[in-house]
């Protein structure tokens, strides 16, 4: 009776494994995309990580003086349009976290930048990276970026909270308002903090309904708070090619 059970059960499983796909979703994961629970990284597993990164490298950045780097905060913007100035694009990867800014931040070391603004670590909330982690990152960051021969400029821009109808938005931002004061600390004479999240949060410390779509990314208003942030950074006139001209 006890085989027929077991049997019976078997044949349950694989009837829904194949109607689910079971298997060839494993498969897919584990030998195709090398992607390991518990093991790979977020920013592996991320599929917007590899094909925007590859983008990144063709793009033609020859009169891009100003990077906007980071995750879905700074990649679904028209930076150029945003700013109205076409010296600046921005390299963000939507999901993205410190430790894929971290591999990818090299690749833009050969670009004639200026200034990096550097908006990252919602995700690694989200995905409860432990704090010390994110920091060490943006510190691993900054590091690299400052080994550059020429006179660069970084500025690390403090993460934004959430709304108050998100999700554990209240431990989250607790989390979020640790990384940023640890953010803070990193100024140094060529590297800044531009304190967004001040700028953007409700008197309860939530993000302001004012600015959000959806309780974590900034809507127009948001962004228009976050461009005059940035100008503040930037020069009136854009930076001028070799022939003299205004990019």
């Not at 591999?103 to 200026?114: G, S």
């Not at 953007?200 to 939530?206: A, S, V």
């Not at 962004?223 to 020069?235: A, D």
């Amino acid at each position: 009776m006890l085989l027929i059970t077991n049997l019976a059960t078997l044949a349950i499983l694989v009837s829904v494994g194949r109607h689910l796909r079971v298997l060839p979703k494993a498969y897919q994961r584990l030998v195709v995309e090398k992607r390991v629970p518990g093991l790979t990284s977020a920013h592996e597993i991320n599929r917007r990580f590899q094909p925007d990164r590859q983008l990144h490298e063709i793009y033609d950045s020859s009169n891009v003086h100003y990077l906007v780097i980071g995750d879905s905060l700074t990649s679904q913007v028209s930076w150029q349009e945003l700013m109205g100035r076409s010296d600046i694009a921005g390299r963000g990867i939507n999901g993205d976290t410190s430790a894929g800014v971290l591999e990818r931040i090299d690749d833009y070391n050969p670009l004639e930048w200026q200034r990096i603004f550097l908006l990252i670590g919602t995700n690694d909330v989200l995905q409860g990276e432990r704090t010390k982690q994110t920091l060490g990152n943006i510190k691993a960051i900054v590091e690299k970026l400052q080994r550059s021969p020429q006179q660069r400029k970084t500025s690390l821009l403090t993460v934004p909270p959430l709304a108050r109808w998100m999700q554990h938005a209240e431990k989250r931002n607790e989390s979020i308002s640790v990384l940023n004061e640890q953010i803070k600390q990193l100024e140094t004479e060529n590297t800044s903090v531009l304190d967004l999240a001040v700028l953007l949060r409700d008197d309860d410390g939530y993000l302001s309904a004012a600015y959000t779509v959806d309780g974590i990314h900034m809507n127009a208003q948001g962004y228009l708070v976050l461009k005059s942030l940035l100008e503040s950074s930037l020069p009136t006139t854009q930076t001028k090619n070799d022939h003299g001209v205004e990019n």
